[in-house]
């Protein structure tokens, strides 16, 4: 599959337009019809320009799945001089597809210093060689706005724990 990133839709999204202005100086539609089909046209590039930063694979702010396989972590903490409150980005796969060998998903999560501690404990374990699965410890916690705990008097919470991948028993030969 050829990969033209933003200039292929640069050029996509002209071409279209081009077209869209020759239907509507050319055409005997009224002109309410004609402003409508340009406004709507314009929309919708917008709106899938929005959306490619979720197809290139760029982190999401979503809801990650409730128990998942740990493959990689990016942490980037808040920068009073930039005035960036920060990010963790964790790659996970779905445990239910990890026996199919799922694809890993960029998931974004605002940046709290327990779930730094935590992140920071697996990743010192992954570097050692050891695998690691993780999961919610609360079920309404997978949200992503769940990783601020108000019954907390507004401190945060880390609501993510993290287990070794325990290795496959072979039977013996």
Not at 64 to 91: C, E, M, T
Not at 154 to 163: C, D, E, I, N, Q
Request: glycine residues 8%.
């Amino acid at each position: 599959m050829l990969n033209l990133g933003y200039a292929g839709l640069t050029v996509a999204y002209g071409f279209v337009a081009l077209l869209l202005l020759g239907v509507i100086l050319y055409s005997r539609w009224g002109w309410p019809v004609k402003a409508a089909g340009a406004v709507t046209a314009a929309a919708f590039c917008l709106i899938s320009y929005a959306s490619i930063p979720d197809l290139l694979g760029w982190p999401i702010a979503q809801n990650p799945p409730h128990k998942f396989r740990l493959h990689a972590v990016y942490v980037q903490q808040p920068d009073k001089l930039s005035k960036s409150k920060g990010a963790i980005n964790l790659w996970l796969t779905d445990a239910k597809d990890m026996a199919k060998g799922g694809v890993p998903r960029a998931f974004q999560f605002p940046y709290t210093a327990p779930l730094h501690e935590v992140v920071i404990n697996a990743t010192s374990r992954m570097n050692k060689g050891v695998p690691q699965m993780g999961e919610f410890t609360n079920a309404h916690s997978t949200a992503v706005a769940g990783l601020h705990d108000p019954a907390s008097g507004g401190a945060t919470t880390a609501p993510l724990t993290f287990f070794d991948i325990p290795d496959p028993l072979f039977p013996d030969k």
